[in-house]
């Protein structure tokens, strides 16, 4: 499928964006920990994301068949590894293509030290996997260690089964840490149900035992979503664009909540306020010249990258972007998938290191009649499309990819007065 979308020049409105699906996933999985040995149930949990990572998720832990089939959702692939390794039953754990080549052997490494019992179905160090639960008062052991570096999803998986193990979890972490954020929302979370779980050290994380108990809990929407609606005020040609978003929390505890203060730096204005409804939320506007060139390390928002480059590179603007390493591992090697789909635009994104992405306003001949690859990857659509402020329209493959995080995106941009068809 493939569709065709033309900007609007009055960009003006209020879009209810998708919940955070981060969050909405470790809500998930506590939840589930807290009525271990009985049938899963969801109430109590408000404003849970209806994308397709979370809806799987869902199902997998509603229905628990015996073979879970989790698509794309690496989130879900990395989460239930550490739920089933502790349900006393067992799973064979699957996704797409793309899945069973996204690495995931440090992890069950990790779990095997625990005493879980994880094997590979088809390639080492791969998804698919048979996931021999077992009784979380078996494992024997309570420490474990793991690089820093890689995926914080790994982290978070093995943090959030530490309060049912009978002697808890002390998990070390080596090397250098990326996307702390995502931990730090992940120890939040897990004391809202009652774990006790502190920084031993700058390096070491004690989770104690004593289980979850279950409360009420409300979703706050997404910060990453929002990422897209910041880059089409950035990029709108006039200066009195304005977006309101609701349901967006000054206290955040997303690390994409960061947006506002990068975006803040290319002439985008973030104001908190509250609807009639007293329901809190932020409306952004043009606010000033952007910075004449942008330089960030997004080790700590690796989501937000796509979104900064696409933009800088339709203002003119210049950048060098860091910390990008993640993102080789990503629904695809986004990387790549960036320098190659703006090439077809006319631009030249060098990287190097496999972890820095530069652009000092190189420019090549534009493809005739471009049309957008998305890769499997939700985020290259999301991130491409908004450059239709700037080319007039775009035309893009495989736009169902962003069901994954933001299922209304293409609704939302038609309310908002853009021409989206199929063509």
């Known amino acids: ?40 149930q969801a109430e109590g949990l408000g404003n849970v994301s209806d994308c397709d990572d979370t809806r799987v998720m869902m199902e997998a832990l509603t229905r628990n068949p015996e073979v879970m089939d989790i698509g794309a959702a690496g989130t879900a692939m990395r989460f239930l590894s ?48 048979r996931i021999k639960g077992i ?13 820093g570096d890689v995926s914080s999803q790994y982290i978070s ?11 808890g979890l002390r998990l070390t972490l080596t090397g250098s ?67 309101e978003l609701p349901g967006l929390f000054e206290r955040s505890l997303q690390g994409d909540s960061a947006v506002r203060d990068i975006f803040r730096l290319l002439g985008v204005g973030t104001e908190f306020c509250r609807d009639e409804r007293g329901v809190e939320g932020i409306r952004i506007r043009k606010v000033g010249r952007p910075v004449e060139r942008l330089e960030y390390d997004f080790v700590n928002q690796p989501d937000l990258a796509q979104t900064l480059v696409v933009t800088c590179v339709m203002m003119g603007v210049p950048f060098c972007f860091s910390g990008l390493q993640s993102l080789k591992i990503k629904e695809t090697d986004r990387i790549v998938a960036l320098q190659t789909e703006l090439r077809k635009l006319g631009y030249l994104i060098q990287e190097s290191d496999g972890s820095v992405l530069r652009w000092d306003g190189e420019r090549t001949a534009p493809v005739r009649e471009t049309v957008i690859d998305t890769y499997e990857d939700h985020r290259m659509a999301m991130s491409l499309v908004p450059a239709c402020m700037k080319l007039g329209s775009i035309r893009v493959n495989n736009p169902e990819v962003v069901s994954k995080s933001y299922p209304n995106f293409w609704k939302d941009l038609a309310t908002m007065g853009f021409v989206v068809e199929k063509s």
């Open 157 to 167: 998986a093995l943090l959030m089964i530490g309060p049912v193990l009978k002697r």
């Open 177 to 243: 840490m990326v996307s702390r954020p995502y931990i730090e929302m992940t120890l939040s979370i897990m004391r809202e149900f009652g774990a006790d779980v502190t920084w031993n050290s700058e390096r070491e994380l004690r989770v104690s035992p004593g289980g979850y108990r279950r409360v009420p809990y409300w979703v706050e929407n997404d910060w990453s979503a929002s990422s897209y609606w910041y880059e089409m005020v950035a990029l709108s040609p006039r200066d009195d664009a304005e977006i």
């Open 1 to 40: 499928m493939q569709i065709r979308i033309e900007s609007v020049s009055d960009l003006r409105g209020r879009v209810n964006l998708p919940a955070s699906k981060s969050i909405s996933n470790r809500a998930l999985i506590i939840y589930a920990l807290s009525q271990q040995g009985k049938r899963f």
């Open 135 to 147: 009784s979380s008062e078996k494992i024997f052991t309570d420490e474990v260690s793991l690089p």
């Open 82 to 129: 550490a739920y089933l390794s502790v349900s006393g039953e067992t799973h064979i754990l699957t996704g797409t293509e793309r899945m069973k080549h996204r690495p995931i052997g440090i992890l069950v490494e990790a779990l095997r030290t625990l005493g879980a019992k994880v094997e590979y179905v088809e390639n080492e160090g791969f998804p698919p996997l």
